[in-house]
């Protein structure tokens, strides 16, 4: 036998029903990225990377382990010694670093084209054997150079150098930082001037890489900037404006309208965490950032 219900027991119990799944949805709301599930739930329109330097108390073995388990394709800027490891959990170096000079001592300078033509002549053929697709340059500091001179001796080196990068099928990226803030002085620090770069080396195998961070901090307009020049960036970095710290809301870009952006180029790259986690667990702050930019 149905228990009759009246019109005002089914309403108060649909009311309770609604509350509870208003309260599950605020909670759900309140969640960090952080607390979510990422790994294998990730939407595979985002090759996430990190580099491995922002976790200097984290060794190798351990961060690569972490990063599997979140999902990560790539732990870069790292060096060609590091590729066993690598190797051992499954991942690529989606940017690998160990260029001589480093920041300051880079392409803009005539004297210092022998010894880094040398190192990518020694190391472009193992970083295609192992399967990674780049390997980072850097223009220099000025010094007193113009940037039209910069401009043309980088392009000198470079074109030394991509023979033998179309030849391996690897691409060299020269990164774009920011010289107001963390970088004096250097000289690859506007867009506009990377891609006038790129169409001197004329190569597919010479990009940029745009680090969202720094051009941040340079000239802003992220989005536009991305949708105007895609074709000439081969891979991105992340990173909270101010500081450098974590890509939530504490900071003042909305990464997933710039993920979003990349995507619909139809970028096929890799997308890297290079922010320096202020909380104490880093690896919920990496796994945040994941989560944050795969859209």
Same mark, same amino acid.
């Given at each position: 036998?149905? #228990?009759?219900?009246?019109?005002?027991?089914?309403?108060?119990?649909?009311?309770?029903?609604?509350?509870?799944?208003?309260?599950? #949805?605020?909670?759900? *709301?309140?969640?960090?990225?952080?607390?979510?599930?990422?790994?294998?739930?990730?939407?595979?329109?985002?090759?996430?990377?990190? $580099?491995?330097?922002?976790?200097?108390?984290?060794?190798?073995?351990? @961060? $690569?382990?972490?990063?599997?388990?979140?999902?990560?394709?790539?732990? %870069?800027?790292?060096?060609?010694?590091?590729?066993?490891?690598?190797?051992?959990?499954?991942?690529?170096?989606?940017?690998?670093?160990?260029?001589?000079?480093?920041?300051?001592?880079? @392409?803009?300078?005539?004297?210092?084209?022998?010894?880094?033509?040398?190192?990518?002549? *020694?190391?472009?053929?193992?970083?295609?054997?192992?399967?990674? +697709?780049?390997?980072? $340059?850097?223009?220099?500091?000025?010094?007193?150079?113009?940037?039209? *001179?910069?401009?043309?001796?980088?392009?000198?080196?470079?074109?030394?150098?991509?023979?033998?990068?179309?030849?391996?099928?690897?691409?060299?990226?020269?990164?774009?930082?920011?010289?107001?803030?963390?970088?004096?002085?250097?000289? $690859?620090?506007?867009?506009?001037?990377?891609? %006038?770069?790129?169409?001197?080396?004329?190569? %597919?195998?010479?990009?940029?890489?745009?680090?969202?961070?720094?051009?941040?901090?340079?000239?802003?307009?992220?989005?536009?900037?991305?949708?105007?020049?895609?074709?000439?960036?081969?891979?991105?970095?992340?990173?909270?404006? +101010?500081?450098?710290?974590?890509?939530?809301?504490?900071?003042?870009?909305?990464? +997933?309208?710039?993920?979003?952006?990349?995507?619909?180029?139809?970028?096929?790259?890799?997308?890297?965490?290079?922010?320096?986690?202020?909380?104490?667990?880093?690896?919920?702050?990496?796994?945040?950032?994941?989560?944050?930019?795969?859209?």
């Amino acid at each position: 036998m149905i #228990t009759p219900i009246s019109r005002r027991s089914a309403l108060t119990k649909l009311a309770g029903t609604a509350a509870a799944i208003a309260a599950t #949805t605020s909670l759900s *709301q309140r969640l960090t990225a952080a607390d979510k599930a990422v790994g294998p739930d990730l939407k595979g329109r985002i090759n996430h990377s990190v $580099c491995a330097w922002c976790y200097k108390g984290i060794p190798l073995e351990d @961060l $690569c382990k972490a990063g599997k388990e979140m999902g990560l394709q790539s732990v %870069e800027l790292l060096m060609v010694s590091d590729i066993p490891t690598l190797k051992k959990h499954d991942l690529i170096c989606a940017m690998m670093s160990g260029v001589p000079g480093g920041i300051t001592t880079g @392409l803009n300078r005539l004297e210092n084209h022998d010894k880094i033509v040398a190192y990518f002549e *020694q190391n472009i053929s193992k970083v295609a054997e192992a399967g990674f +697709p780049n390997m980072i $340059c850097f223009s220099g500091n000025r010094k007193g150079m113009s940037d039209e *001179q910069g401009l043309d001796n980088c392009a000198i080196g470079l074109k030394r150098i991509v023979g033998v990068a179309e030849k391996h099928k690897v691409t060299i990226c020269m990164e774009l930082l920011n010289s107001k803030v963390n970088h004096p002085d250097y000289m $690859c620090d506007h867009s506009k001037w990377g891609v %006038e770069l790129c169409k001197k080396v004329g190569s %597919e195998r010479f990009k940029l890489l745009y680090d969202i961070y720094h051009m941040q901090i340079m000239e802003g307009d992220v989005i536009r900037t991305i949708k105007d020049n895609h074709q000439y960036f081969g891979h991105y970095h992340t990173g909270g404006v +101010p500081g450098r710290n974590e890509i939530d809301d504490s900071q003042e870009m909305y990464y +997933p309208a710039i993920m979003k952006a990349i995507v619909e180029t139809g970028f096929k790259g890799h997308v890297a965490q290079e922010f320096i986690p202020k909380r104490a667990d880093v690896l919920a702050s990496l796994k945040q950032g994941v989560a944050i930019c795969d859209v």
